[in-house]
């Protein structure tokens, strides 16, 4: 009788303990699955479907993205990786799907093998390692990374990742690739990297900016790799100069996003350059330095012109 008092007293717990567990699995983000070829509709689909090597490379995708999401519990870096993969999965939908445009393999061959080479190459970028720690999938060590150098600042209304990702034609292939703006914010401080793809090269821009009556207002901008703009100074570039609004509280006014952006996106990770720059562009309240002053030609028996700043000693 005690025996089945405990069995009928437990009931009610482990059926909670079971509606948990299904709860949470319906909540919890699932893994990327194979195809279904049974279900195949798309030509891409059908492609995959048809080729031996594509449906296994396929397969290995699914398992590599599911092993990345049971690496982790911790429920931002997976939400991160599962927006990750339905950007991929959107971008191999849409451009991988329509092999038939200008520039695109016209050999069905060449055409499996351009899918066949990006389904590999993103299973390659979901089953790295982190090189500091072998232990752990690359993606969530950057993720990690990521949001400790956020961690560093204020946060707050502007900071956060817009990113834009798409299979670029390289050649006969399609290499994918995101860009967009990584943006921190430290107080009224906001500093924005933005890389920009165009015509086969890439062009970062670095914008300063303050924030004014709840309005983030440009203070600065400069270009690495751009033509048109003001190309960014550096110990590689000692003539570069900043473009520089006549009135930065005025001018480049951009309220808040409608909605939270992101704030993790291991696919714009800056590297330790750009981390470096936007230590600075942060934390430095006289940031950016005023661009330096091109040596004037002197004349013979004349005198060099005084540094800016140096007193007039008439």
């Not at 948990?20 to 279900?39: N, Y």
């Not at 398992?63 to 939400?79: K, M, V």
């Not at 821009?205 to 960014?232: F, K, L, P, Q, Y």
């Not at 720059?277 to 005023?290: H, K, N, R, V």
Request: charged share 20%; hydrophobic share 40%.
């Amino acid at each position: 009788m005690r025996g089945s008092d405990a069995q009928f007293s437990a009931g009610p717990a482990v059926t909670r303990l079971l509606a948990a567990a299904v709860a949470a699995s319906l909540l919890a983000p699932s893994p990327a699955r194979a195809i279904d070829c049974r279900k195949a509709a798309s030509p891409l689909e059908r492609m995959i479907c048809a080729d031996a090597a594509l449906r296994k490379a396929d397969a290995a995708l699914g398992s590599a993205y599911g092993g990345l999401l049971r690496g982790t519990d911790d429920a931002e870096i997976r939400a991160m990786l599962v927006a990750s993969q339905k950007r991929w999965v959107a971008a191999r939908d849409t451009r991988l799907g329509d092999l038939d445009a200008a520039g695109a393999p016209s050999d069905p061959a060449d055409a499996r093998a351009v899918v066949l080479a990006a389904i590999r190459a993103r299973t390659r970028d979901l089953s790295g390692r982190s090189t500091s720690d072998p232990a752990r999938p690359h993606w969530i060590a950057a993720a990690l990374r990521q949001r400790a150098f956020a961690a560093r600042f204020t946060g707050g209304p502007f900071a956060g990742f817009d990113a834009a990702c798409d299979f670029l034609p390289v050649g006969q292939d399609r290499v994918y690739g995101c860009f967009g703006s990584r943006r921190y914010q430290n107080g009224d401080r906001v500093c924005t990297l933005s890389d920009d793809w165009a015509s086969g090269h890439t062009t970062e821009t670095r914008t300063v900016a303050r924030i004014v009556d709840g309005a983030a207002r440009t203070v600065a901008t400069c270009t690495i790799g751009g033509s048109d703009d003001a190309e960014c100074p550096g110990p590689g570039n000692p003539a570069g100069r900043w473009t520089r609004p006549a009135a930065p509280a005025a001018a480049g006014a951009a309220a808040p996003p409608a909605g939270p952006r992101a704030v993790l996106d291991v696919e714009l990770a800056p590297d330790a350059e750009a981390e470096t720059w936007l230590s600075t562009c942060l934390t430095d309240p006289a940031y950016p330095p005023p661009d330096p002053v091109p040596a004037a030609r002197t004349g013979p028996g004349s005198s060099p012109p005084a540094p800016a700043g140096t007193p007039n000693s008439r």
